[in-house]
């Protein structure tokens, strides 16, 4: 239900923007015409056109993120928990396969957890992206780890 919100969101912010689209083309077709009341015109299509194309903008961005930071704050102890047992490395098509998230939404929680800064990606040699939780790769000791002053 909650990522329904998101994706009306999502569909607001897109319809918001073409609506602004469209009457934001009025100011400029108004600016090369000699029609008396082209303040009025300008005016209008700046409410009507500009004003819904920032917003339409706005919205669609944040329901994007919004809907990635869900699904990471839902599923985070099953995605560190599948990425612990393939030793710190996770594909997107591993996640769907292990939780209840589809293939679109494992690899936009995995770029989110990514661009926050809790993973990192990684190219395999047979160039599949693999995002890599370095903290949970049993190989990588912390016994060099150095403190920091």
Known sequence: MQTLKYQFGKTVGILLSIMGVTFT?????ALFTDEPEKADTILGGFILGV???ITGILLWRSSKIGERKFLMNKYEQQILQVASQNGGHLTPTE???KTNLNLKESKKVLETMQIEGYCELKISPNATIVFYF???DKRDGYEESE???
């Open 147 to 149: 403190l920091l002053n």
């Open 51 to 53: 004003v819904p194309l």
């Open 95 to 97: 996640l769907a396969m």
């Open 25 to 29: 083309s009025v100011i400029f077709f």
């Open 134 to 136: 370095r903290e949970l």
